[in-house]
C-alpha cells in the first residue's frame, strides 16, 4: 500500500491573503514526481480573516500608549 502524505499549512502574523500558500504547494509540486502528486494532499488554515479587527486593534492601542525615551 502506498503513503500518503498530508501537509498543513498556517499563515503568521499580519495581513495574509486565502492563498497565502499557493506558493508554497506549487514548488512542492513541482519536487515530487509526478505519481507521487497525486498522494499528495494539502490543508491551508486561514484563520486571519477572524482575527484581524482585533490583531488591528491592539496594535492601534499599544502604538497610543508608546513613549519615547
Do not use: C
Not at 499557493?22 to 514548488?27: E, F, R, T
Not at 519536487?31 to 490543508?43: E, H, L, M, P, S
Amino acid at each position: 500500500m502506498a503513503k500518503k502524505i498530508g501537509i498543513i499549512t498556517i499563515h503568521g502574523m499580519g495581513e495574509q491573503k486565502p492563498n497565502f500558500d499557493d506558493g508554497l504547494k506549487k514548488a512542492l509540486r513541482r519536487q515530487f514526481r509526478n505519481g507521487v502528486n497525486a498522494d499528495i494532499a494539502f490543508k491551508g488554515i486561514y484563520y486571519q480573516g477572524f482575527i484581524q479587527p482585533y490583531q488591528t486593534r491592539v496594535w492601534n492601542d499599544m502604538g497610543s500608549r508608546a513613549t519615547v525615551g
